[in-house]
Each structure stands twice: as C-alpha cells, then as structure tokens.
Nanobody
Framework: QVQLVESGGGLVQAGGSLRLSCAASRSIFSSYPMAWYRQAPGKQRELVASITDGGSTNYADSVKGRFTISRDNAKNTVYLQMNSLKPEDTAVYYC?????????????WGQGTQVTVSS
C-alpha cells in the first residue's frame, strides 16, 4: 500500500504562483509514474501533468508553459509548480501513482488539496 499526502494548496490572486507537493509513504515511489489531476466543481477530474519514473513529462494543453511537474526520488516527493495562475485553475488537485505490477494495476490517490485563484 502506498499513501500519498498532498500539501501546498491555498488561495492566490490571478497571476500568482503556488507549489504543490505530494509525499509518498514508501521508497518504491521512484519506480512509479506519477501524475497530478484536478477536479473543479461540477466537472470531471482531468489530468494536469504526469511524469514517468525516468523523468519524462506530459502536460494538459491548458497548463503548458505555466505548470511544471518534477520529482525528487530521494524524498519520495513529486511537485507541481504552478505559475501565472488563472481563475479557471481553481480546483481540488489530486496526486496519483499508478503502475501495473504482475498484471495488476496498482492505483493510489491522495486526499486532494484545494487551489483557489481569485480574479
């Protein structure tokens, strides 16, 4: 079992920045692809950014050039640096770790952290 704990959310004005952190409970973190998702009120959860165990990244078009995902395997932590925030970035942000092991998909989620961007 892997536990994920997010932190760093809060209230920020449009144009501001926040950095989210997601700490994993186990050292096997380094072998898991990681991702950040978000869910705004009344909307489906959507992928924001992902990073492979090798460090390759992928971003939703809506955040490209503004958000950066990174990982520190020594600290079992993945980050999401969010710059030039917009009101439409307001959502609960969730950390995810997902990997298929011996044919079984292991899928872990954090509890979420609220990000609110005021105009």
């Amino acid at each position: 079992q892997v536990q994920l704990v997010e932190s760093g959310g809060g209230l920020v004005q449009a144009g501001g920045s926040l950095r989210l952190s997601c700490a994993a409970s186990r050292s096997i973190f380094s072998s898991y692809p990681m991702a950040w998702y978000r869910q705004a009120p009344g909307k489906q959860r959507e992928l924001v950014a992902s990073i492979t165990d090798g460090g390759s990244t992928n971003y939703a078009d809506s955040v490209k050039g503004r958000f950066t995902i990174s990982r520190d395997n020594a600290k079992n932590t993945v980050y999401l640096q969010m710059n030039s925030l917009k009101p439409e970035d307001t959502a609960v942000y969730y950390c995810n770790a997902r990997k298929k092991v011996l044919g079984v998909m292991l899928d872990y989620w954090g509890q979420g952290t609220q990000v609110t961007v005021s105009s």
